[in-house]
């Protein structure tokens, strides 16, 4: 059985071209992590693509993905939306008022916390997300087509390796600075 040797890519050329001029230095972790730098940006263009045929950004696949994987009824306080996706107060309450003036979502009081509301996905923010949510697992699955599902699952448990001790919660963090 012979193997045929997989095709140059622009990280070889780049790796070669460091080996020749500084062959003092180890490059191998340009190996890896100047592929994933790379892969991350055409994963990025999909993303946006797959948005912006939904008519949706980034963010508000963010705020709504976050919501209806919440499961029934749909809905999360303020806060909980802040844990999710990692950006301020004042941030996400631009959020939601922009989301809710697009019928995306709507507030109610939280019947648990006078002072409080919760966010709710509405039904044209569900057919919203879930279509986009389709279409980008579609593009993601095109992205990895050059991988059988043994590969792809490999990949994973590897790269679930790496990101571990990324987001394993900080002191920062668990002081609700999320």
């Not at 790379?38 to 797959?50: D, F, G, Q």
């Not at 986009?132 to 448990?157: I, S, V």
């Amino acid at each position: 059985m012979t193997f045929s040797r997989p095709a140059e890519d622009e990280v070889d050329r780049l790796v070669a071209a460091w080996k020749q001029e500084r062959p003092d230095l180890d490059v191998t972790p340009l190996e890896v992590l100047s592929r994933v730098s790379r892969l991350s940006r055409h994963l990025e263009r999909e993303r946006r693509a797959a948005f912006a045929s939904h008519d949706i950004e980034s963010w508000e696949f963010d705020v709504l993905t976050a919501l209806r994987r919440s499961g029934e009824p749909y809905e999360l306080s303020p806060g909980a939306l802040l844990r999710a996706t990692l950006v301020t107060s004042g941030t996400m309450t631009n959020r939601i008022d922009r989301l809710a003036a697009a019928g995306l979502v709507t507030r109610r009081p939280d019947p648990e916390d006078r002072r409080g509301v919760l966010v709710r996905l509405t039904r044209a923010g569900m057919d919203r997300v879930d279509a986009a949510f389709a279409d980008l697992l579609r593009r993601e699955r095109e992205l990895l087509a050059g991988l059988d599902q043994h590969e792809q699952q490999a990949l994973a448990r590897l790269l679930r390796t790496l990101l571990v001790p990324f987001d394993a919660p900080s002191d920062a963090l668990d002081n609700g600075l999320r």
